[in-house]
């Protein structure tokens, strides 16, 4: 760099004015922070969960579990009656294979 570089560098520099804020910026900054500080954080917390968006999303969030759960008891119920069943298959099955139906002189005297 020459110095004619340098120059017109610094040169630019000269027009520049220090930063100015709008009139009672102060006042109003310190206000809005004053306000923030006084709300408490329930209710802060209150506002959030009342937004439409996080209350929709929470209660499909608890529909979808609902039918997640309400499906689980269906195909646990379906599965035991299935298994319930298939014991009364395979004891039918066993009785009848080893014929125990049959009547006895004990079962004859029952029905007398």
Do not use: C, H
């Amino acid at each position: 760099m020459n110095n004619k570089e340098i120059d017109d560098i610094l040169n630019s520099l000269d027009g520049m004015s220090k930063a100015e804020a709008p009139f009672f910026f102060q006042t109003r900054l310190l206000a809005r922070l004053q306000q923030r500080q006084s709300i408490p954080i329930w209710q802060s917390w209150g506002a959030f969960l009342a937004q439409p968006a996080f209350a929709i999303g929470t209660l499909s969030l608890f529909l979808v579990l609902n039918m997640v759960a309400i499906n689980k008891m269906v195909k646990n119920k379906t599965a035991a009656t299935n298994e319930t069943a298939d014991k009364q298959a395979t004891l039918q099955n066993f009785v009848e294979e080893y014929d125990l139906s049959t009547a006895t002189i004990y079962s004859d005297a029952k029905n007398n």
